[in-house]
């Protein structure tokens, strides 16, 4: 089916989820200055880390649990995700997600579907102060080329999977993805992560829903 065991790294906002949960809540609570931040990360003149902390710096953190309630009602979960889950499990192919999301939404989002906390990388928070306060417990490696600058550093999770042992599968959508796809066997791709796919010239199959996902990866990821 593949040359090696395969192994899926799947990014969350705007992949597991249909919204991107930053921007959904940016965009409804709309603190003064947030919608700058977002150009600058896009056009790569910000780090994602750097753009990111600043967002939330904007918000005070007496507003966590209105803002989790709305990511969490507004999120929406893509489409076959919990038949890829029961798939993975089944053929028992190991499946991590790899979040630039914050904690104190990513983990109630995931909850429902049974992923181990081991299993779920993604940034965390810090409520004590006057603001919310981003904190990056899963930071760059030595080897990243981004180094300091990617907040949940993708590559260095994928690098725990050593290339000559593992057949390693990218799931994802945006710019905090970019960097993986230059690492991986194949990328399953969605919107911007399409583009800079083949614009870079790399093996990726795009994507709808995650019955999408299984329907290749049966059939050995290969075929478009």
Same mark, same amino acid.
């Given at each position: 089916?593949?040359?090696?065991?395969?192994?899926?790294?799947?990014?969350?906002?705007?992949?597991?989820?249909?919204?991107?949960?930053?921007?959904?809540?940016?965009?409804?609570?709309?603190?003064?200055?947030?919608?700058?931040?977002?150009?600058?990360?896009?056009?790569?003149?910000?780090?994602?880390?750097?753009?990111?902390?600043?967002?939330?710096?904007?918000?005070?953190?007496?507003?966590?649990?209105?803002?989790?309630?709305?990511?969490?009602?507004?999120?929406?979960?893509?489409?076959?995700?919990? /038949?890829?889950?029961?798939?993975?499990?089944?053929?028992?192919?190991?499946?991590?997600?790899?979040?630039?999301?914050?904690?104190?939404?990513?983990?109630?989002?995931?909850?429902?579907?049974?992923?181990?906390?081991?299993?779920?990388?993604?940034?965390?928070?810090?409520?004590?102060?006057?603001?919310?306060?981003?904190?990056?417990?899963?930071?760059?490696?030595?080897?990243?080329?981004?180094?300091?600058?990617?907040?949940?550093?993708?590559?260095?999770?994928?690098?725990?999977?050593?290339?000559?042992?593992?057949?390693?599968?990218?799931?994802?959508?945006?710019?905090?993805?970019?960097?993986?796809?230059?690492?991986?066997?194949?990328?399953?791709?969605?919107?911007?992560?399409?583009?800079?796919?083949? /614009?870079?010239?790399?093996?990726?199959?795009?994507?709808?829903?995650?019955?999408?996902?299984?329907?290749?990866?049966?059939?050995?990821?290969?075929?478009?």
């Amino acid at each position: 089916m593949f040359p090696r065991k395969p192994v899926l790294f799947c990014d969350f906002d705007g992949t597991i989820t249909m919204n991107d949960n930053i921007i959904a809540a940016m965009k409804h609570f709309n603190p003064q200055g947030w919608d700058a931040i977002v150009q600058e990360i896009i056009s790569e003149t910000k780090s994602v880390k750097q753009g990111v902390g600043e967002m939330f710096a904007l918000l005070p953190s007496s507003m966590k649990e209105e803002i989790k309630d709305y990511i969490i009602t507004n999120a929406g979960i893509r489409d076959g995700f919990p /038949e890829l889950l029961a798939w993975c499990k089944a053929h028992d192919v190991p499946f991590y997600v790899t979040s630039g999301g914050i904690d104190f939404f990513v983990y109630p989002l995931l909850d429902p579907f049974g992923i181990p906390a081991d299993h779920i990388y993604c940034n965390g928070s810090d409520f004590s102060g006057d603001q919310i306060r981003i904190t990056w417990p899963h930071d760059c490696d030595e080897y990243c080329d981004n180094r300091g600058n990617c907040g949940m550093c993708k590559t260095a999770v994928i690098r725990r999977y050593s290339q000559d042992e593992y057949y390693r599968i990218l799931i994802g959508d945006s710019v905090t993805d970019f960097p993986g796809a230059k690492i991986v066997d194949l990328v399953f791709s969605r919107s911007h992560l399409t583009d800079k796919c083949r /614009e870079l010239a790399l093996p990726h199959i795009p994507f709808g829903t995650f019955h999408d996902v299984i329907r290749h990866i049966e059939r050995g990821g290969i075929q478009s």
